[in-house]
């Protein structure tokens, strides 16, 4: 029997029961669908994560009294250290004199008040005047402060988008007043567009001098210092250089841990690359136990059309049908029913990352060879649930078969 009668009869199967394919299949649909999105999601998650830890810049190191923390433990070891301060920040910069640059950077949340509007928690970083430039913001208009200005206090601030089109919508921002809190800044310019990371705009933020933000606010905060290197060969020697001057400010003995945590792009993707790794292998896990059933009820059906067939195989084999041929018949009938459904995923699985595309930053997509590993998984999947009804035709008696009414 040709490949094109096995799948004529294969459909001819699926078109009498529609309910029973239905239902059979449901478990490789949900499988297939399953994979297909969220390989196509985390594809996009992968890709959005990457060029928001690129704006960090490869060479650029941040040292922080906290970092990433990924336990309780840590963060328990974490509070217990010193805050950093703008004398830090000094030190790394007088006694690391190759590194690039050298900043420090502050936050906290207060509302924002401006022509007669209020927005509620809004971010408020404090930064040196080299910060901007050492995670590649852009600006739509105006300019950054400047080094003087952060030196001297002044309360001049950088606003983002949102809040530039929800404070001044009809008018241009620049050299007019919002009050951060109690205190009022001059806008001196304004961020170009950042859009959404996992849902959170980031636009909605106010971006001050740190003099200015430690006057207003206060000084306890630890100031996150960073540091740039001129070039990726010089960069592990700026780091241990940052490290040396840090750990002597804090006289930490040689052989107890630094008190404090490097966090750089590289730590950056490790982490993500960790938590969606995780929450891949669960969704797989989830997705094998889908197949599993989808097989079984493959598996089912064929034991069932052996038996419904039965005298048809054994006229077959009385006019010389081999065990190969039968076993390929129904091996192929199996293989034929898990791909329908894996189409099926498929196309479910694509209509969700178009939603997932069309509804978050992410650029979920699914690729050629994405829907080539989602046919594969259905294909081996009715492969495996066919072989022993395939082997229990082959083997039937002609005899016996041929008196079944």
């Known amino acids: 029997m040709v490949v094109v009668d096995v799948l004529r009869v294969a459909w001819e199967s699926i078109r009498r029961h529609k309910l029973r394919s239905a239902l059979n299949l449901l478990g490789i649909i949900i499988a297939v669908t399953t994979i297909i999105a969220v390989i196509a999601v985390v594809q996009g998650l992968n890709q959005y994560a990457a060029n928001l830890i690129g704006q960090l810049g490869p060479n650029t190191l941040i040292f922080a009294k906290f970092g990433i923390i990924t336990s309780r433990e ?26 690039k640059r050298v900043g420090g950077r502050v936050f906290g949340t207060h509302h924002v008040y401006a022509e007669g509007r209020r927005l509620a928690d809004m971010v408020v970083l404090g930064a040196q005047a080299e910060i901007p430039w050492m995670v590649g913001l852009e600006l739509d208009d105006g300019r950054f402060f400047t080094e003087t200005e952060d030196a001297s206090a002044r309360n001049v601030a950088v606003i983002g988008w949102d809040i530039k089109d929800e404070l001044f919508p009809h008018v241009d921002a620049i050299g007019r007043t919002i009050k951060v809190g109690a205190v009022p800044f001059r806008v001196v310019g304004t961020m170009a567009r950042q859009g959404s990371s996992f849902g959170q705009s980031q636009d909605r933020f106010v971006m001050v001098p740190l003099g200015a933000f430690q006057k207003a606010y206060g000084k306890n905060r630890s100031v996150d210092i960073f540091v740039e290197a001129p070039d990726a060969a010089s960069r592990q020697r700026v780091e241990e250089s940052v490290r040396q001057v840090l750990r ?28 969606t790794g995780s929450a891949f292998a669960l969704v797989i896990l989830i997705s094998s136990i889908s197949l599993v ?82 046919l594969a998984v259905a294909a081996l999947a009715g492969a495996l649930a066919g072989w022993l009804p395939a082997i229990r035709a082959a083997r039937l008696d002609p005899i016996v078969a041929l008196r079944e009414e």
């Open 74 to 99: 840590a963060f328990l070891e974490a509070v217990k250290r010193k805050n950093f301060t703008v004398e830090d920040v000094e030190a790394v910069r007088r006694g690391v004199p190759e590194a």
């Open 248 to 275: 002597t400010r804090r006289h930490t003995p040689f052989n107890a841990n630094d008190p404090f945590n490097i966090v750089d792009a590289e730590a950056l993707q490790t982490l993500w690359k960790t938590l």
């Open 293 to 374: 059933v989808g097989g079984v009820a493959i598996a089912n059906t064929m034991f069932a059309s052996v038996v419904e067939r039965t005298r048809e195989i054994g006229i077959r084999k009385a006019l010389g049908a081999r065990r190969r041929d039968l076993r390929w018949q129904f091996l192929l009938e199996a293989v034929a029913l898990a791909t329908a459904g894996g189409l099926t995923g498929v196309f479910l699985g694509w209509l969700a990352a178009l939603a997932v595309g069309a509804w978050s930053p992410f650029p979920a997509q699914v690729t050629v060879p994405l829907v080539v590993m989602g």
